[in-house]
């Protein structure tokens, strides 16, 4: 979540609560003409209000005291201690993801399934150690990335090398530190790998990546 001053556009706005509580809903809810905001909490506590939670939520609109609250903390005073704009994780939610899926999973009958975090969505590294307690591991794009999940406590073993602009050494660093497995995205890079296997004298998992050519659908800079 983010907190900041009035000078956000309203756009702003529309767009996070889009994302946060569904395209229709974000359409009732932000129906009305912009109005000037001595902040965004304002708009969080007269627009959304109880509409935004959902089951288990960690995030919620405590009618008591008119605040917005992250695991029992006051976003309101969470910005007068820390100021704005400022970024608020809440542990419990990432764990409820966590264990939800894997759960899921479990159901479904995948046992020896890894779940692995996206670093590049967000590499803080209290997010990844949060994730990797949980048995997590991650799925990273680059060598800055294999550091801060080896740093966090990810088990190399549970490490994907995903990505399209791995540099040589970069993958030598990853073979040295015995990752899962590297996603690979070409013939060149396939042949690259081999030769710093044999090199490092070591064996080396990876898995291919293929086009099929079916039309996803999405936005044409995002379609893989």
């Given at each position: 979540?983010?907190?900041?001053?009035?000078?956000?556009?309203i756009q702003w706005y529309t767009r996070y609560f889009r994302k946060r509580i569904g395209v229709a809903r974000?359409?009732?809810?932000l129906r009305f003409r912009p109005l000037p905001l001595a902040r965004p909490l304002d708009l969080v506590r007269?627009?959304?209000?109880?509409?935004?939670?959902?089951?288990?939520?960690?995030?919620?609109?405590?009618?008591?005291?008119?605040?917005?609250?992250?695991?029992?903390?006051?976003?309101?005073?969470?910005?007068?201690?820390?100021?704005?704009?400022?970024?608020?994780?809440?542990?419990?939610?990432?764990?409820?993801?966590?264990?939800?899926?894997?759960?899921?999973?479990?159901?479904?009958?995948?046992?020896?399934?890894?779940?692995?975090?996206?670093?590049?969505?967000?590499?803080?590294?209290?997010?990844?150690?949060?994730?990797?307690?949980?048995?997590?591991?991650?799925?990273?794009?680059?060598?800055?990335?294999?550091?801060?999940?080896?740093?966090?406590?990810?088990?190399?073993?549970?490490?994907?090398?995903?990505?399209?602009?791995?540099?040589?050494?970069?993958?030598?660093?990853?073979?040295?530190?015995?990752?899962?497995?590297?996603?690979?995205?070409?013939?060149?890079?396939?042949?690259?790998?081999?030769?710093?296997?044999?090199?490092?004298?070591?064996?080396?998992?990876?898995?291919?990546?293929?086009?099929?050519?079916?039309?996803?659908?999405?936005?044409?800079?995002?379609?893989?």
């Amino acid at each position: 979540m983010v907190a900041e001053s009035k000078d956000r556009p309203i756009q702003w706005y529309t767009r996070y609560f889009r994302k946060r509580i569904g395209v229709a809903r974000a359409r009732a809810l932000l129906r009305f003409r912009p109005l000037p905001l001595a902040r965004p909490l304002d708009l969080v506590r007269t627009r959304v209000q109880v509409s935004m939670i959902r089951k288990k939520t960690q995030i919620a609109y405590r009618a008591s005291n008119d605040h917005l609250c992250v695991e029992q903390q006051s976003v309101e005073d969470l910005c007068g201690e820390f100021g704005t704009p400022l970024y608020i994780y809440s542990a419990a939610e990432i764990r409820n993801a966590y264990q939800e899926l894997s759960r899921g999973l479990q159901k479904a009958g995948v046992e020896r399934a890894v779940i692995c975090y996206a670093v590049k969505a967000n590499s803080n590294l209290a997010i990844i150690e949060c994730l990797a307690r949980e048995g997590a591991g991650a799925d990273i794009v680059s060598g800055g990335e294999l550091v801060r999940a080896l740093r966090a406590g990810v088990k190399p073993e549970k490490i994907l090398f995903s990505g399209v602009g791995k540099t040589p050494e970069e993958m030598a660093d990853a073979i040295r530190a015995g990752i899962r497995s590297f996603n690979v995205e070409s013939l060149a890079e396939a042949q690259l790998l081999e030769s710093l296997a044999r090199r490092l004298k070591k064996q080396v998992n990876f898995t291919l990546r293929f086009n099929p050519d079916v039309d996803a659908k999405t936005h044409p800079y995002i379609s893989t």
